[in-house]
């Protein structure tokens, strides 16, 4: 089976535009989750997503939002990015419990 | 939040050495994984183990649930085994809480 995809690898943008990541998850899998990876405040949970509902969501502002859709590819949108957002953007899926994560996509805000 | 620590925070290593990571969690949880996380940012799942002991080459891992504690073995190290190792832990709706890992470096 492919592993978990996510799209782009690399991104540059300035402040206040908006983004959008995509993931794709590994074939079977109904839950994606996204992680934001920076170097002082470590790995966090951002929100979950199963069969197209947002199941449980992380302590991260509105600007952070994200859908599933029916094949369960995934996309979380960053509007009005501040530099701060600049992080590795991690998506797991899972099929039970066991987590499977993508490569990630690495936001750089200037 | 559940939260995790991790030790030692740095470890270096000659090559052929062992090694033992620990993760402590300060509730219970209904799952528990190993990741190393590669140079280019891919966390690779090492062990999903939520209790019990599992083995896997010169890697094993064992969880102590009711003690809320998790320890990852590296025997006879190499060089490709340096990078960052994380535990995360869940407890529900599959939301991770990750520890903030352990940096392991291993010198030929």
Partial sequence: KAGVTQTPRYLIKTRGQQVTLSCSPISGHRSVSWYQQTPGQGLQFLFEYFSETQRNKGNFPGRFSGRQFSNSRSEMNVSTLELGDSALYLCASSQDREQFFGPGTRLTVL | ?108
């Fill in chain 2, 1 to 108: 939040g559940i939260q995790v620590e991790q030790s030692p925070p740095d470890l270096i290593l000659q090559e052929g050495a062992n090694s033992t990571l620990r993760c402590n969690f300060s509730d219970s949880v209904n799952n528990l994984q190993w990741f190393h996380q590669n140079p280019w940012g891919q966390l690779i799942n090492l062990f999903y183990i939520p209790s019990g002991t599992k083995q896997n080459g010169r890697l094993s891992a064992t969880t102590v649930a009711t003690e809320r504690y998790s320890l990852l073995y590296i025997s006879s190290s190499q060089t490709t085994d340096s990078g960052v190792y994380f535990c995360a832990v869940e407890q529900t709706g599959n939301q991770f809480y990750f520890g903030t890992g352990t940096s392991l470096t291993v010198i030929p």
